[in-house]
């Protein structure tokens, strides 16, 4: 999940994405509780939305760190809301993204 202190909790719109499809996949949520998560997410955090511009960032980021596209994403919008700190499971904990952004894995 993104995080930041430069934003009340934060989340992209593709995290809320990936979110509501392992809500599903994994956990077997119906429609109408998923949709429900999705609503208590929304109402407590900001939620930034993707762009063209969001894509085209994370397409660079993916080839100068060699993450994967969907994690290059969540980097893209993370820096472009001005977040210092994200929070992550799948990436390198304490690894500096364009010398502003650090990843955190709270399970480290």
């Known amino acids: 999940m993104l995080w930041c202190a430069a934003v009340s909790a934060p989340g992209s719109t593709q995290v809320l994405s990936e979110a509501a499809n392992v809500l599903r996949r994994k956990f077997k949520l119906d429609y109408p509780n998923i949709a429900a998560a999705v609503a208590e997410v929304c109402a407590a955090c900001h939620v930034y939305v993707v762009t063209s511009e969001t894509v085209a960032h994370a397409l660079t980021l993916g080839e100068r760190y060699r993450h994967s596209y969907f994690d290059s994403l969540i980097l893209a919008a993370a820096l472009e809301c001005g977040c210092e700190t994200l929070a ?13 952004l650090t990843i955190w894995n709270p399970f480290v």
Not at 92 to 100: A, I, L, P, R, Y
């Open 88 to 100: 992550s499971e799948d990436m390198q904990n304490g690894f500096v993204v364009e010398s502003s």
